[in-house]
């Protein structure tokens, strides 16, 4: 259910979502009703610095505004195990639990932003706060409407990353990266020669797959953890091509591999 700045209440119909990016679209039948909408920005015109106002429900109050300015642009910011904010907005605009999913506005009314998280050492806010871009978002929201899904680029690898002990341990040509421990069969990166493991190592109490390539970088952007991976894929497209460069062996190689697109969400 919605409720409108007027308290006027309307069922809610789940449209779709990106968990990765943690957006999801709904839709409302307001019966004949004129709504207002706030027009969308451009989220890639706004400038450190620039003022921007932020509204949401802090602590149930509904309806609260604060102010403040951009305070740096481009972070990518984790928010769970498996969502993160890419090229995040940051905002010293006071932000608190139930300011999320309000919009961030810049000085001439446009939404800029959808508020999402907070950097908090007590759990209030301590004037950083971030936001996920609005086009960002008006691409998701355009991919929902369309197909009803999100297009997500997928490589098809299984990987661990290698750093410190394990690299050592394995005798590798770097110091990290991500071990191809598998590649899906008829995927982007068995189609484009990756190589997953041939053989089986015991790491601790894990048993992984060894042998196959270590991925170091993608479109020259380095990779030393699968969330670094998730970030670039985050940025293409499914039929985007990308240089996966990797050690094989010990030798370099950079190899074009033309992305799919994942399947669910």
Known sequence: EVVL???SHHPAKYIGADQRNDVALIKIDPKGKHL??????????IQVGQKVLAIGNPFGFQSTLTTGVVSALGRTVQTSQT???D???QTDAAINRGNSGGPLINSHGEVIGINSAIYTPTGTTAGIGFAIPI???KNIANDLMTDGRVHRAFLGVQTLPVGGWLAEALDLPVQE???IEAVTRGGPAAAAGLHGGDRQALAGMR??????DVIVAIDDQKIASPFDMNVILNRKRPGD???VSIYRGGKKMDIPVKLGERTGN
Request: cysteine-free; proline content about 3%; overall charge negative.
């Open 87 to 89: 090229e995040a907005i």
């Open 5 to 7: 700045g007027d308290q």
């Open 207 to 212: 048993r992984i797959a060894i042998g196959g």
């Open 241 to 243: 091509t990308v240089k």
């Open 177 to 179: 990266g991500l071990l």
């Open 135 to 137: 086009n960002t978002a």
């Open 36 to 45: 207002s909408a706030l027009p969308l920005g451009d989220s890639g015109a």
């Open 83 to 85: 969502t993160f904010i």
